[in-house]
């Protein structure tokens, strides 16, 4: 990669590591005000109006390209699967069980990434394992024992999140549909907007409501999640399956951050050693997963 892609690269991965972890405490707070579904579209939908206002600005032509042929299917397959597939349980969940199980959850991503990779036959440093396993166990001494309900459903609703999401990246990783970035995340959050609209009436979902629009946590959320995706899109053919997950770690630790300074959560002894084991773990990890050629 050239110095200019090395750097965009590792902006997207810092990226994806806060972004991600803000988002929890925020959606369960939000989601005590806002029904999930109507949040999800609320999301999409918005993340699709901002990313095609930059398309206009920045790469107007690009437009020409979409081709309605076989290249979207699989734009069409990730997009579903990220949302309303991952989104919707996920935001389903958090008013089920406590953010930070969800988080311990979106955890065990770089774990299925490499049990995944090492199945299909791809390489991966001994460095980059131990840094995935110490770093897993961290996740579980940061979270701790959660306070708040957790329900079966919650959990499942979670971990089909945690699936949707690893499904949806293998997918476009794949069978990338070749579009711009820019254009290709554009489509891909449109679709979902779509499939979340579609859902809708299926799972019985309240009527929507402009003024949740204009929410606090609800403008942050679109706008990290038009971010995020532009980023996270953007990094999957650059960097290894488990640094491009690795997000699922840092996530957690942010999260307990974002709680202790925005909600007035605690953090115990046990967790902040945690979180400085399991950056450890994470620095083992890029260190030797640099390149998806390594993986």
């Given at each position: 990669?050239?110095?200019?892609?090395?750097?965009?690269?590792?902006?997207?991965?810092?990226?994806?590591?806060?972004?991600?972890?803000a988002?929890?405490?925020?959606?369960?707070?939000?989601?005590?005000?806002?029904?999930?579904?109507?949040?999800?579209?609320?999301?999409?939908?918005?993340?699709?109006?901002?990313?095609?206002?930059?398309?206009?600005?920045?790469?107007?032509?690009?437009?020409?390209e979409?081709?309605?042929?076989?290249?979207?299917?699989p734009?069409?397959?990730?997009?579903?699967?990220?949302?309303?597939?991952?989104?919707?349980?996920?935001a389903?969940?958090?008013?089920?069980?406590?953010?930070?199980?969800?988080?311990?959850?979106?955890?065990?991503?770089?774990?299925?990434?490499t049990?995944?990779?090492?199945?299909?036959?791809?390489?991966?440093?001994r460095?980059?394992?131990?840094?995935?396993?110490?770093?897993?166990?961290?996740v579980?001494?940061?979270?701790?024992?959660?306070?708040?309900?957790?329900?079966?459903?919650?959990?499942?609703?979670?971990?089909?999140?945690?699936?949707?999401?690893?499904?949806?990246?293998?997918?476009?990783?794949?069978?990338?549909?070749?579009?711009?970035?820019?254009?290709?995340?554009?489509?891909?959050?449109?679709?979902?907007?779509?499939?979340?609209?579609?859902a809708?009436?299926?799972?019985?979902?309240?009527?929507?409501?402009?003024?949740?629009?204009?929410?606090?946590?609800?403008?942050?959320?679109?706008?990290?999640?038009?971010?995020?995706?532009?980023?996270?899109?953007?990094?999957?053919?650059?960097?290894?399956?488990?640094?491009?997950?690795?997000?699922?770690?840092?996530?957690?630790?942010?999260?307990?951050?974002?709680?202790?300074?925005l909600?007035?959560?605690?953090?115990?002894?046990?967790?902040?050693?945690?979180?400085?084991?399991?950056?450890?773990?994470?620095?083992?990890?890029?260190?030797?997963?640099r390149?998806?050629?390594?993986?």
């Amino acid at each position: 990669m050239s110095r200019r892609e090395t750097i965009l690269t590792w902006v997207g991965v810092f990226g994806m590591w806060t972004l991600g972890g803000a988002i929890y405490p925020v959606m369960s707070d939000v989601t005590k005000v806002v029904a999930p579904l109507n949040l999800v579209f609320y999301r999409s939908f918005g993340s699709a109006c901002i990313l095609f206002l930059l398309v206009l600005i920045f790469q107007p032509r690009s437009l020409g390209e979409i081709r309605w042929n076989k290249r979207l299917i699989p734009l069409v397959a990730a997009s579903l699967l990220f949302n309303p597939g991952c989104a919707g349980t996920l935001a389903w969940a958090s008013v089920k069980i406590p953010g930070a199980i969800t988080a311990l959850l979106f955890g065990s991503l770089p774990a299925i990434a490499t049990i995944y990779g090492i199945l299909v036959g791809r390489r991966t440093h001994r460095m980059a394992l131990a840094g995935v396993v110490i770093a897993t166990i961290a996740v579980a001494f940061l979270i701790g024992h959660p306070s708040g309900t957790i329900t079966t459903p919650g959990i499942i609703a979670a971990l089909l999140s945690t699936l949707s999401w690893f499904a949806a990246t293998e997918v476009w990783v794949t069978f990338n549909p070749g579009y711009p970035l820019l254009l290709a995340t554009f489509m891909q959050t449109l679709v979902g907007a779509m499939g979340s609209l579609a859902a809708r009436p299926i799972l019985h979902s309240p009527a929507l409501h402009i003024h949740e629009v204009f929410i606090g946590g609800v403008i942050f959320l679109t706008c990290a999640f038009a971010t995020q995706h532009l980023m996270y899109l953007g990094i999957s053919s650059r960097v290894s399956g488990m640094v491009l997950t690795s997000f699922g770690f840092v996530n957690p630790l942010v999260a307990a951050l974002v709680g202790y300074f925005l909600f007035s959560q605690k953090i115990s002894a046990m967790q902040a050693i945690a979180g400085g084991i399991l950056l450890i773990g994470v620095a083992l990890v890029v260190k030797n997963e640099r390149s998806p050629k390594t993986s």
